[in-house]
């Protein structure tokens, strides 16, 4: 039998890879060869190639592939154990398909990057770009070549734990870096050994999780759904993104897995989507928990029907699908339309002709993968606050106290969604500072605190007293890495244990107290910041997270890094984002708060205003805010014309001026927005933002070309387009800071 099918199979393959006279990894080749392969698999072979599995024991695994049950494995990073189980698929199963090797590198394989919210942080999609190019490099050594990133969710609540892995609340920006992501991590062709297939997801709409609590419904309309939600993903199939897979949550009560209108009539119709959809872990047998489903064996049809290829490990599909076919609830057309885009992707990634390990293991944490790291994190530390200009930290501080729980914690700066990163290779601030600047200052070390949730004053009292021995005190606070990512929500989004003590505590020294914090989402540092002379935000920057930090601090590096989220005063200010809407009763610029209310004020609903008594309306740091050690001035903008059709670009110009005294870099960002709509539309909307390097004194042009057909939306119609009428502009360091034009769209198109 074996040996009949080692036959079996070398002459299929040969008849594949012959089907076309060179082994083509190119367009309608490719169809024609998944036309063959489609041709001779058995109804059983179909359904293996939709599994995907998360292997166990490989002898079972190994038996499941020379079976022809698997398709895919997904946590299995042994490169030994992986050309082994390739082995096993090319050369014992019947046609010897490839399986397609997944995993989850969300921002780096072993050297990590900081979380996908520090990169967005970093305004630089090409450097964002590289540091997948990275990760697709170094997981390839271990046979990895399918990642389940970028994760493109609009996420507008820090109460969801995953909003670590987004790259923020706004559209553009979220399209903008998983664009760079997925042409990182895929390269210039998906068929060289070193691309990985990238994955949008969740699709769709799973960052609106009502409360921001993980994995729960939402209740988003189709035109905030294709306004905000889907740009994104839009923007992923324009760059070629090989797959896509759905999100956990049910929209409106249907779930993602099982809805046909994101699924088919968009991503398939509208986009002419034509890669791979997987589900997400159990997502399709979860459908029965959603109560959509009234067991396995349904959930498996309403995916298929719905338009998902392949299930990730729940295996109702493999289990069922016969069973349905006889009972006509799925059609054989449709199993073939998911073994086609399966089988597409394996020949774009050039798995026949190259399925085994080629990569060197000699690539992880390579020297230029580790420096690249350091640079995002550079980029993606922002300066919140820097009174009396205590940093950059000056050449007289002869005594420097390193305090606080995030100072030396290798694991948890890494961040959420790490599997392969090692904390060995971590170089906290506490190692950098030592190494760094150590023969310049004499650094005292006293952590406070063991770890975030720490609730043990003891060590308090002695990082006092290292502080009052200090020139100044940097104490480095924020969240273990466990507190963000999946199914990590919080309704509390304070410092957690005795940070805030800790820092009260240090503050009370009187000594210069620069807050550093680490975390995977913004925080409420309202007061913490109102004890320090200076904070840094970072968000876990990953394992070269000290040297880059330490580098701000002494003034080598000037940080740039802006917010991709606005920063709440309060928890219960959440969901709080910058391109809200106006509402009919807009708060004021000067509101009075619950302090300032006489006792027995008069009732009254005059001139009320949205906001919130305790807390007010605006954020304590508005979206796209961040300090340089230097200063700049804008000035000059000047529009191309300030009559437009919908046809036209608009040109903006203006003068960016670097007035302090030191090299620095501004990420200049324009905003738009509609004032009149035949809908509701946002108080502004980022449209594009441009990094601009100055040296101190230096002045230069920027430039902006805004296709006035990027102010389209869905109106009441929904009908996508440019409505005439009047806009307005603002060209500044931050969402609420800015100069400002007028201009108006004359004709729609
Ligand atoms: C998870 C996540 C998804 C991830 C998948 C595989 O539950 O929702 O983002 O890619 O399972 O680990």
Redesign the pocket.
């Known amino acids: 039998m074996k040996i009949r099918n080692i036959f079996l199979g070398g002459a299929v393959m040969c008849l594949i890879l012959s089907c076309s006279s060179h082994a083509s990894t190119k367009g309608d080749r490719i169809e024609e060869r998944v036309d063959s392969l489609l041709s001779l698999m058995t109804l059983d072979e179909k359904l293996g190639q939709m599994n995907q599995v998360s292997p166990g024991d490989f002898e079972a695994l190994a038996a499941q592939v020379r079976r022809g049950e698997v398709g895919s494995i ?1 946590n299995y990073v042994d490169a030994d154990l992986v050309n082994k189980v390739q082995k096993v698929a090319v050369e014992e199963s019947r046609l010897g398909i490839p399986l397609l090797v997944a995993r ?1 590198v969300i921002h780096g394989y072993k050297t990590i990057f900081p979380i996908p919210l520090g990169q967005a942080a970093t305004f630089n999609p090409e450097l964002v770009e590289e540091g997948a190019r990275v990760a697709a490099v170094e997981a390839s050594s271990d046979g990895i070549r399918w990642t ?1 990133s970028p ?1 493109v969710d609009v996420s507008r609540d820090p109460r969801w734990g995953r909003i670590a892995e987004s790259c923020g609340e706004d559209p553009y920006l979220n399209a903008v870096m998983g664009t760079a992501m997925i042409k990182g991590y895929q390269g210039d062709s998906l068929s060289d050994p070193t691309a990985m297939a990238a994955c949008a ?2 699709f769709v709409a799973y960052g609106a999780a009502e409360g921001g609590r993980d994995y729960n419904s939402t209740f988003i309309p189709e035109r905030v759904l294709r306004n905000i939600y889907l740009p994104p993903f839009r923007a992923a199939v324009d760059a070629g993104c090989a797959t896509f ?1 759905t999100s ?1 949550n049910d929209n409106d009560g249907v779930p993602s897995t099982a809805n046909k209108f994101i699924l088919k009539d968009i991503l398939r119709g509208e986009w002419k989507y034509d890669g791979m959809v997987v589900s ?2 159990a997502s399709v047998l979860e459908m029965v928990n959603h109560g959509f489903c009234k067991d396995g064996k349904e959930a498996a049809e309403k995916a298929l029907n719905a338009g998902v290829d392949m299930e ?1 490990v729940s295996a109702t599909f493999i289990n069922n699908f016969k069973q349905s076919l006889n009972e006509k609830k799925i059609t054989l057309n449709e199993i073939d339309q998911a073994v086609r885009n399966i089988l597409r992707l394996k020949f774009r990634l050039g798995l026949f002709e190259n399925p085994y390990i080629v990569t060197p293991q000699s690539v992880k944490y390579a020297d230029e993968h580790l420096a690249k790291a350091r640079k995002a994190v550079e980029q993606s530390v922002i300066l919140l606050k820097n009174d009396n200009q205590v940093l950059p930290l000056q050449p007289d501080i002869k005594t420097l106290a390193v305090v606080g729980p995030m100072a030396d914690a290798p694991y948890e700066q890494l961040g959420t969604w790490v599997f392969d990163g090692e904390k060995e290779h971590s170089q906290t601030p506490l190692m950098a500072l030592k190494a760094m600047y150590g023969d310049k200052v004499n650094i005292l070390y006293a952590p406070g605190l063991s770890y975030s949730r720490d609730k043990n004053r003891t060590q308090i009292a002695p990082a006092v007293a290292a502080a009052r021995r200090s020139d100044a005190i940097v104490v480095f606070v924020g969240e273990e890495s466990i507190l963000s990512g ?1 199914a990590h929500s919080l309704t509390n989004l304070l410092l957690q244990g005795e940070q805030s003590e800790l820092i009260e505590a240090l503050a009370a020294t009187g000594k210069p107290l620069i807050t550093v914090v680490m975390a995977g989402r913004q925080l409420v540092i309202t007061d913490e910041v109102k004890e320090s002379d200076a904070v840094l935000y970072v968000f876990h920057p990953g394992t070269m997270g000290g040297p880059a930090i330490a580098d701000i601090l002494f003034g080598k590096v000037n940080p740039s890094g802006k917010t991709p989220v606005s920063f709440p005063r309060t928890s219960g200010q959440v969901p709080l984002y910058y391109a809200h809407h106006n509402t009919g009763r807009p708060a004021n610029p000067v509101e009075m708060l619950i302090d300032e209310i006489p006792v027995e004020a008069g009732q009254t609903s005059v001139g009320c205003r949205s906001f919130y008594l305790d807390a007010g309306s605006r954020p304590l740091y508005p979206f796209g805010y961040g300090l340089s050690y230097t200063t700049f001035e804008y000035s000059n903008l000047t529009l191309s014309a300030d009559k437009l059709a919908s046809t036209d670009v608009l040109t903006v110009t203006l003068n960016l001026k670097n007035t302090g005294r030191y090299d620095g870099t501004e990420v200049v960002q324009l905003y738009v927005q509609d004032k009149v709509g035949s809908v509701t539309r946002p108080v502004k909307e980022l449209k594009a933002f441009q990094r601009v390097d100055l040296k101190a004194g230096e002045s230069k042009q920027v430039t902006f070309s805004l296709p006035v057909a990027e102010l389209a939306f869905w109106g009441l119609d929904m009908h996508y387009s440019v409505e005439p009428g009047a806009f307005k502009l603002w060209a500044g360091t931050n969402s609420e800071e800015g100069l400002t034009a007028d201009f108006e769209v004359v004709s729609a198109k």
């Open positions: 997904l989850d389940f994760m997801k969740h897979m956990f997400d872990w990730m999946e």
